[in-house]
């Protein structure tokens, strides 16, 4: 059975560099993909998918003025054409809105699939980094245990994660059951189940709301584009962080 752990970590700053190029990158391609996918739906009623973003990729790669896709491993700007695929197969299923173009001020994701990561002596290795992510173990990892996909995520408060998915051969399958049950969804109490189980709300946002809205006060007398704008939205991310 398949699990994933979240893991923080403090990239080098030759690591970070590379990793902030490579959130651009898969940024970019998404956009440039979706931007696409609508203009040829709104202009021409044609449906565009993963296979011909995939060929556009590669075109684009040879362009001198995206030349620097080059310097970043390939998996991750595949992966991020195949989560616009699946964003936009939920989208007509009615399950989502329409996909949102990525901005920077969000942070962003790498995934890396098998081929673009090695796992040797519980230590990560991504695709063009010579030297082991700094990850800070916070759980043991359990024997046997073979990652199937990392994902690196820098969050807008400026914090770097890595989720590791692994194959867990030590979770069995629960048992079948023809019990169910209820579950409700309160404010004095976060859930309440038919049987009459109650776990308490922590009440989180309540606890940091002062801090958060005299931040996000601050932020909004910040000038637009300066460095202590920027420092203000970072100390607003990091408020919302430890609400979440």
Same mark, same amino acid.
């Given at each position: ?97 329409? %996909?949102?173009?990525? /901005? !920077? +001020? ?7 699939? $098998? @081929?673009?990561?090695?796992? #040797? ?80 709300? %922590?009440?989180?946002? /309540? !606890? +940091? ?7 996000? $006060? @601050?932020?909004?007398?910040? #000038? ?21």
């Amino acid at each position: 059975m398949e699990k994933a752990y979240s893991f923080r970590f403090y990239p080098t700053p030759t690591q970070e560099s590379l990793l902030r190029r490579t959130l651009g990158c898969v940024r970019l391609v998404y956009n440039k993909a979706l931007h696409l996918r609508t203009q040829a739906w709104y202009e021409k009623q044609e449906r565009v998918g993963y296979t011909e973003t995939s060929s556009m990729l590669t075109d684009w790669k040879k362009q001198e003025e995206l030349e620097f896709l080059n310097e970043v491993s390939c998996v991750p700007l595949q992966q991020g054409l195949r989560h616009l695929k699946t964003a936009f197969t939920n989208f007509f299923a009615g399950r989502t809105k329409y %996909p949102n173009f990525k /901005k !920077k +001020h969000q942070g962003g994701s790498a995934e890396f699939t $098998k @081929s673009a990561f090695k796992f #040797k002596d519980k230590q990560i290795y991504l695709a063009k980094c010579t030297e082991p992510l700094p990850i800070r173990w916070s759980r043991q990892i359990p024997d046997g245990c073979e990652p199937s996909t990392v994902t690196v995520r820098l969050h807008p408060s400026g914090r770097w994660h890595i989720s590791i998915r692994f194959d867990d051969p030590t979770i069995k399958p629960l048992p079948v059951t023809d019990k169910a049950i209820g579950i409700d969804l309160g404010i004095s109490s976060l859930v309440i189940t038919s049987d009459g189980d109650k776990v308490s709300n %922590p009440k989180h946002f /309540k !606890k +940091h709301y002062r801090r958060l809205r005299k931040a996000q $006060k @601050s932020l909004s007398r910040k #000038k637009k584009d300066s460095n202590n704008r920027e420092k203000a939205r970072i100390k607003v991310a990091k408020i919302h962080a430890q609400i979440t």
